[in-house]
């Protein structure tokens, strides 16, 4: 049984729901679903919590944060396991990267607290002026369902290290891994209260600890939509608003092409396609496209999908069955409105034990329009849109038109083209000649239907503080008399 954690303690609830391992379909857990009830006692308990956790010393919540980081690392084999069985990525990525990357969140967010620099300057008033960070107070953290552990800590690492007390809500989808890091926050140091996890469904958890008066922030990781219901329910509090992506990945003649070629297959067939950054419309130039198609084809082809518990699969299952169905429903609607089908389409024939998974083979569309649906919608599964195009302003003008901006991928040796294009291209994040590479310095986030706010670096200052200014008057500016 998977429990709530508040105020230090496993808590049940009446409710339960059952956690599924998307490779098999078998349930592995039942989990508490939480609602109105436990976020008040979740929030309750993080708000006594605040007082003294935002005036401890800097110094020692740094080496509180740094437990945690140090706890994770030891415990990489057993969480790298329990991620792939409950959220489907594979273990070459859950070992080697994700997990080991999650320490880092709170490694480095232990420098950074213990380095929160404010300005100070005169004014022609009278007045010196400085300005200070102030934890912002009770944060909810909402985390999605496919890269469950490394999104938590890069939430809870900066949220906590600044001096916030916190609420997690992760995806009912994908539950067990965050469990695992409150133990180990315990373990670490963290005092009750700090950090409390309430399980559930949106509307029955979500929504009450978005719109509970007591928390002051909110950061969110999830779908658009989502995304926008949480800010009409929530009302006025500090956001950063993760959301979706169509990200476009512009390849130019002039660029190295093997490189170009191995980036824009990791981009969408990473994480299983499930990743918000992937560069699922694959914008390729008219005089190697016939080439590129071709190729990117033969090796798509050549992917290994299947037990994620294999160090050698590179795609995994789709989360759930309800998401299965509706990449499946894109590649139907991608057939329909006359896209090229050249690879894949349906589900990949498995060994008995991965036979009630949620399978989708690798998909690849040739000869898109970018008005369609495929193009467009955010499809989050192995299923690329290949579009040609001919000159840079038509290149541009796909890459733009989405209802997204998260992040964008341009590929040529051009120099004056890297310039141009790298600020017209309306997204948060502009990879050059790379695919995402994710530095804890760079500010992560998007524009337009990709959300608000930054994360990163003193960026996550933003939604996790407030900047507070003090005015001092020297003693001899001018007052108004009246009344004399």
Known sequence: ????????????????????????????????????????????????????????????????????????????????????????????????????????????FAEIAEHMHGESYDSDTGHLNYTMQKPAGVCALISPWNVPFMTATWKTGPCLALGNTAVMKMSELSPMTVTRLGELMREAGVPDGVFNIVHGFGQQAGEPLVSHPDVRA?????????????????????????????????????????????????????????????????????????????????RAAKLTIGDPLNPNTIIGPMISKAHQNKVMSYIEAGQKEGAR???????????????????????????????????????FGPVPCIIPFKTEEE?????????????????????????????????????????NVRDLRQPFGGTKGSGTGREGNHYSFDVFCELKNVAISYGDHRIPRWGV
């Open 218 to 298: 909110i950061s969110f990781t999830g779908s658009t939509p989502t995304g926008n219901r949480i800010i009409r329910s929530a009302g006025l509090k500090k956001y950063s608003m993760e959301l979706g992506g169509k990200s476009p990945f512009i390849i130019f003649d002039d660029a190295d092409y093997e490189r170009a070629l191995d980036a824009a297959l990791f981009m969408i067939f990473s994480n299983n396609g499930q990743r918000c950054t992937a560069g699922s419309r694959i914008i390729v130039q008219s005089t190697i496209y016939d080439k590129f198609v071709a190729d990117y084809v033969d």
């Open 395 to 435: 290149a541009l003008q796909i890459a733009n038109d989405t209802p997204y901006g998260l992040s964008s991928y341009l590929w040529t040796e051009n120099t004056g083209r890297v310039l141009r294009l790298s600020k017209a291209i309306d997204a948060g994040m502009t990879f050059v000649n790379s695919q």
């Open 341 to 379: 089908l050249v690879l894949g389409g349906g589900t990949p024939q498995l060994d008995d034990k991965f036979k009630n998974g949620f399978w989708v083979e690798p998909t690849v569309f040739a000869d898109v329009d970018n008005k369609m649906s495929i193009a467009q919608d955010e499809i």
């Open 1 to 108: 049984m998977i429990k709530h954690i508040i105020n230090g303690q496993h808590v049940e609830s009446e409710d339960v729901f059952e956690s599924i391992n998307p490779a098999t379909g078998k349930v592995i857990a039942e989990v508490a679903s939480g609602g109105q009830k436990e976020v008040d006692s979740a929030v309750a308990a993080a708000k006594a919590a605040f007082p003294a956790w935002s005036t401890m010393p800097a110094k020692e919540r740094s080496k509180i944060m740094h437990n945690v980081g140090d706890l994770i690392t030891k415990h990489v084999p057993e969480l790298a396991e329990m991620e792939t069985n409950d959220c489907g990525q594979v273990i070459s990525q859950t070992l080697k990267s994700l997990i080991p990357r999650s320490a880092n969140n709170f490694h480095y």
